[in-house]
């Protein structure tokens, strides 16, 4: 059971991509409230207090949502769907991070709500600064309601 309010929900199957943005933003000391999950079916669980996140309270939102796309059991866009459609998490901002370059995916994303698509550089330092971006932003800068 979680009693500390999550900043950064990590939505991202590749364990490298998770280790490599874990890493960003300690680097730069940007949160320590951060949960990983590695699917899609996951995500929604924890999102909405569901399956083995039953406990958590489902009014306590991560400040954000990073999501990758390309995930296990339900899609990323799936996810997004899912989260801008219903009322009492459509105010979380999601980042989709992925590798994805297609146009349908950037049209789909921004069509069901996301906040920022980011196609993540291939480039171990250009990745570390895009992540370190996106926390100083959503993190530090943008401005939430009170949860």
Do not use: C
Request: glycine share 4%; aromatic share 8%.
């Amino acid at each position: 059971m979680m009693i500390e309010p999550i900043d950064i929900l990590l939505v991202e199957d590749n364990t490298a991509d998770q280790e490599l943005t874990l890493k960003a933003l300690k680097k730069y000391n940007i949160t320590n409230n951060i949960f990983v999950v590695e699917d899609g079916a996951e995500a929604l669980d924890f999102i909405f207090a569901e399956g083995e996140h039953s406990s958590r309270d489902i009014h306590n939102n991560p400040k954000i949502i990073l999501l990758d796309l390309k995930l296990p059991k339900v899609s990323g866009l799936e996810v997004l769907k899912k989260v801008k459609g219903d009322e009492r998490t459509r105010s979380i901002p999601v980042v989709v991070l992925t590798s994805s370059r297609e146009e349908r995916d950037l049209i789909d994303s921004y069509k069901y709500g996301v906040n920022s698509y980011i196609v993540k550089p291939v480039d171990f330092n250009k990745f570390i600064e895009s992540v370190k971006d996106i926390g100083l932003y959503w993190m530090l800068l943008n401005q939430l309601p009170k949860r």
